[in-house]
């Protein structure tokens, strides 16, 4: 039989297990996010898209008091971050930062890739988009893109150029302008946009190709020259700076895009409040201007339009890199 001071005890143990129920109860069933976040780098610290993850990740942290940690796992062109995501729990707390370069180009070079980006991922938010330059050692002799030409034609084979790594879209972009002005670089592929951005300042390797935010601080300091972009219009960011196809390439166009992705199951709500926050980032002045800094396009899209985008573009790139004779090495 219960005594006073156990009875009272008894009482005071229902009702604190009754309110925490209650509590329970009214806590939202859909809450995001309740822990840290990992968002996957497919490349090293230092290149492009490095740059707009750790951007996107600290505002998150900022604005929304969200814990994001950037985690680079580089390799193979970026596609062993993308693997890994595609391999992580489906809960909305591994998420990826990945391009073209290795979600859309990469299983066309890459022949056992273990996944589809449009089966086994889900597009959450677009972020930015960007030109490939071309560029070259502020003591280099090169000073315009034809002197690069007429240099490759008179020694096929000499000039040589660092890219960020097999499988990616400024590796394409090398093949591609060597295919439209018919002449044979070396090509030189390095782990990431700043290994093979210190060669190329370094005279190691005669040019860099790079993507603009990866190249836009060296740039700026005047340590690189630029001698070319690749997009069908000049970068906002350097619009002194003539495209391929004003140097007598008529339509060659080869761009890239950013994006956050997740693995495959994710919860459609979690999804949508990446979706919506990320695109509110996207649409503040200070942000619009880090991203455009660094010589990057900023463009919110909703997630049904970035899925359609990735869709699109997996089909298209298909008969590109094919045409183009690109291979791994």
């Not at 005071?12 to 822990?35: D, H, I, R």
């Not at 890459?110 to 089966?119: A, E, G, H, V």
């Not at 090509?187 to 700043?194: A, D, E, L, V």
Request: overall charge positive.
């Amino acid at each position: 039989m219960l005594n006073k001071n156990s009875l009272k005890l008894f009482s005071f143990l229902v009702l604190f297990f009754c309110v925490l129920g209650v509590s329970q109860a009214q806590a939202p069933a859909n809450a995001y996010p309740t822990k840290p976040i990992r968002l996957i780098v497919p490349f090293p610290p230092g290149g492009g898209t490095d740059i707009l993850s750790r951007l996107i990740a600290t505002k998150l942290n900022e604005q929304l008091k969200w814990t994001v940690i950037a985690d680079n796992r580089a390799g193979a062109g970026g596609t062993i971050g993308i693997t890994e995501a595609v391999k992580a729990a489906p809960t909305g707390y591994d998420l990826v930062m990945g391009q073209k370069d290795n979600l859309v180009i990469g299983p066309w070079l890459y022949k056992n890739l273990p996944w589809d980006p449009t089966r086994d991922l889900v597009a959450v938010a677009h972020i930015a988009y960007t030109p490939v330059v071309i560029a070259t050692s502020a003591n280099s002799k090169f000073k315009t893109l034809v002197d690069v030409i007429q240099a490759a034609r008179n020694a096929p084979g000499k000039v040589s150029y660092g890219s960020p790594g097999n499988g990616t879209s400024i590796h394409l972009a090398g093949e591609l302008f060597e295919k439209a002005a018919n002449i044979q670089l070396s090509h030189i592929p390095y782990k990431g946009s700043n290994p093979a951005m210190m060669d190329a300042l370094a005279g190691n390797v005669d040019l860099l190709v790079s993507s603009v935010p990866s190249a836009m601080s060296q740039i700026k300091s005047g340590k690189l020259r630029p001698l070319a972009v690749t997009s069908a219009k000049r970068s906002s960011s350097m619009p002194d700076v003539p495209t391929v196809a004003e140097s007598g390439f008529k339509d060659f166009d080869v761009s890239t895009w950013y994006g956050v992705l997740a693995p495959a199951g994710t919860p459609a709500h979690v999804v949508a409040t990446l979706n919506a926050e990320v695109n509110k980032l996207l649409g503040s002045h200070e942000v619009r201007d880090a991203i455009h800094a660094q010589g990057a396009e900023p463009e919110a899209m909703t997630q049904a339009k970035f899925a359609n985008l990735l869709k699109a573009d997996y089909a298209k790139w298909k008969g590109i890199v094919e045409s183009s004779g690109a291979k791994i090495d």
